[in-house]
């Protein structure tokens, strides 16, 4: 989406460790006229694939999942992080290591959410290690639904997430995928 | 809202404590039918306030306030729930104190997603003691921006927080008000 990286070149912050700042129109703070566009794009992208549920993780992604979801007129689930100790049996989980926060944590989907008929697009805002996604590619497995694909807002390219997806043969439809930037000049190129 | 009110009445669970379940359809899975709706008479009661943004608290009001947003055209912001140390100055924060968890956390805007020229709608799922809420109008007010109000799915009208938040003068708009409900014989009534 052009108009997306036009906005991530303009307004994005580069902060150290490779973190791209854009809190202020796609994370914490939401354009709404962008959201709409995005989730315009993304069920242009999967309108043939069957999709009869979106699946997200707390909390960033929520919106825009929200806004695929009232586009594509299917349900909307959200995974938590936590831990599961005492809700075995009930739920899925997942361990995703997180690099941001540098911990462990648990992705939880209650069972009852996804069936085995259901056919899943994950809908997320960043796409960098990957982990995320495939603690939730690991819950729909385990619930015998199938994957539509993953629709993204920002992949970051030069890290291994979106290219050990696609190996895996997983569909991953980003809006803009940036293939390198430089905390210096801040200077941000896109794949195109 | 008259559909809502059966919804739960058909589907919610009473559990111990007062805690009434309807993950499957407001929360952690959402009807995105239902939501549609939810949205739209948000916007309809507050369709002449001069609404200029919509605030809520991750994760589980984010889905709501993205699509009152989409519907009133007006940009969303999330509060984040945390710790706040290394953070002070460039942040709102409130402390708010968890019935549901029995902790107390922060609540943190980015100064720069609330200014005082804003007028503020704050959308949540859930209305009990009214803590999480009292933290979010306590940001507002440091920011200097105005309060269009609130504007709730389920307000549970036998705990405090929705008398507490009217005595105050602040207009809350909650789309189901639970008068009692009873966990035994299963039965919820709600205030008419």
Chains 1, 2 share one sequence.
Do not use: W
């Amino acid at each position: 989406m052009k108009y997306l990286e036009d906005r991530i070149r303009d307004e994005g912050k580069i902060l150290p460790g490779d973190v791209l700042k854009v809190g202020h129109f796609v994370n914490q703070q939401i354009d709404i006229k962008l959201l709409a566009e995005m989730a315009r794009e993304l069920h242009r992208l999967y309108a043939r694939d069957g999709v009869t549920k979106i699946l997200t993780i707390e909390a960033s992604g929520i919106a825009l999942a929200a806004a695929v979801a009232l586009d594509m007129q299917v349900p909307l689930v959200f995974a938590k992080k936590g831990t599961s100790a005492n809700v075995a049996g009930e739920v899925y989980t997942a361990k995703v290591y997180s690099y941001t926060h540098n911990r462990t944590y648990d992705v939880i989907v209650p069972k009852e959410y996804l069936k085995a008929e259901d056919r899943v697009l994950i809908v997320d805002d960043f796409l960098a290690q990957g982990n995320a996604l495939c603690g939730l590619i690991e819950i729909i497995h385990a619930s015998g639904a199938s994957i539509a694909g993953c629709g993204i807002i920002i992949e970051k390219g030069f890290q291994p997430g979106g290219k050990l997806l696609r190996e895996r043969g997983i569909r991953v439809e980003s809006l803009a995928i940036i293939e390198s930037m430089n905390g210096e000049t801040g200077e941000i190129t896109f794949r195109t």
